[in-house]
């Protein structure tokens, strides 16, 4: 039969149009990274929250987001980050990030204290951590938060639905692309900061968003 696929749905949070509250986490390597260290970056941030590393959704979510980090026009056009959170211990995080080359960070809350304060709830009548993702713009701020366990493929198209939205705001703005070197980064690029400049009056066609009209 058909599997079953319930779309995931976007959600109102308490935490939409304010700045990101920060996240000290051990990643998939046992390295200490911080979110606000990230946020520094100037670069959107995709942070999703997943039940189970090596589940068949779970691995077809974080599979989508590797391949839109490697092929999306808009991950690229924002050198967007993407950060992965689960309760899986850090050696399970790795042999899944290992298996599936994910090339982006998947961060340790064994004790849900990142997810309770992100309000990440459970799924299937609790008896599995809920599937989340929320899009953080370039200045830090939460926009956006969908949820839904079945819906693998809607999570990455609700991302690049919002990083199209930042572009959008961001068009006709400079960029400066700075060296920055932070250990505490939660990305392998950590070597390179984003910095807009005001935007430039009078660029007609040029200062319009590179991936059309924001949805």
Known sequence: G???KIPAKE?????????????????HLGRTVSLHATIALGRPI?????????SPHCTKESCSFRDA????????????????????????SRRFVDEHHLGFRILHDSQRHIMDAWG??????????GRCTFVIDH??????????VWDYQGHRNF?????????HELSGRERFYIAHDDEGVACEEANVKVVYGDPVPGRGIAAAPRHGAAP
């Open 120 to 129: 990440v709830g459970r799924g299937l009548l609790g008896l599995i951590d």
């Open 2 to 4: 058909a599997a079953l």
């Open 159 to 167: 991302a690049e639905k919002w990083l199209c939205r930042i572009e």
């Open 69 to 92: 980090v490697g092929a999306s026009p808009i991950f690229n056009d924002l050198n967007a980050v993407v950060i992965g959170i689960s309760q899986d211990p850090p050696a399970r």
């Open 11 to 27: 959600k109102d949070s308490p935490l939409i149009g304010h700045f990101a509250p920060e996240i000290i986490a051990t990643d």
């Open 139 to 148: 200045q830090g701020v939460v926009r956006a938060m969908l949820d839904g």
């Open 46 to 54: 995709v942070l999703y929250f997943f039940p189970l590393a090596g």
